[in-house]
């Protein structure tokens, strides 16, 4: 089994939102209709733009604590190392 550190936003430099799963689509297919989170709900959070596969629970865990801890300037150093665009990186199923 996989697990993904995950960071949802709204737009590009927009609301950022830190989280952590083992189903990746269902997680965002629950964020996206409202059933996930307030925060991600009221902020209209529904665009996963970066995602970082684990294959330990505790491995994933420490980074999502550590993502949560980052100043909001690297959040956006570490979505635009991987994705510049801030592109839409999953698609409903």
Not at 19 to 28: E, I, S, Y
Not at 45 to 74: G, N, Q
Request: hydrophobic letters at 35%; zero cysteines; glycine letters at 4%.
């Amino acid at each position: 089994m996989s697990y993904y550190v995950y960071l949802l936003t709204n737009r590009k430099h927009g609301t950022l939102y830190v989280g952590v799963t083992n189903d990746l689509h269902r997680r965002v297919h629950e964020h996206r209709s409202g059933t996930a989170s307030n925060f991600t709900k009221k902020h209209q959070l529904h665009r996963l733009v970066f995602a970082s596969e684990f294959e330990r629970i505790d491995e994933a865990i420490a980074m999502e604590k550590r993502l949560k801890r980052w100043h909001r300037a690297w959040k956006i150093q570490l979505v635009e190392e991987e994705n510049p665009d801030w592109n839409e990186l999953l698609t409903e199923r």
